[in-house]
């Protein structure tokens, strides 16, 4: 029996009856893959978001006082942190 090899995870699209087409190791190491890729991708995300927070802590601080608390710099900084701390199993 001749197998077709799976697409990368970033190049394909699973459809329902996949299992009629590959073993359950072709599964596996296609699943191994997209975690993969997904762990990168949500790497970038979290430096990203850390990078954002940061700049909205150093521009704001150049806002009056007033304009600060108007705008809850504080608690806008506190939520991007607060999202940085929240894994959801990764």
């Known amino acids: ?3 077709t090899p799976l697409p990368k995870p970033s190049e394909a699209w699973l459809p329902t009856h996949v299992m009629d ?3 359950a190791d ?3 190491a296609y699943a191994t893959a997209a975690r993969a890729d997904l762990e990168v991708e949500v790497k970038r995300l979290r ?3 850390s990078e954002a927070a940061d700049d909205i802590e150093s521009w704001g601080a150049y806002a009056d006082a007033y304009f ?3 705008h809850d710099l504080e608690g806008c900084v506190a ?3 607060a999202a940085l701390e929240n894994k959801h199993g990764m």
């Open 68 to 70: 600060q608390k108007k």
């Open 79 to 81: 939520k991007a942190r």
């Open 21 to 23: 087409y590959y073993t």
């Open 1 to 3: 029996m001749t197998t």
């Open 26 to 28: 072709q599964m596996q």
């Open 47 to 49: 430096e990203a978001l």
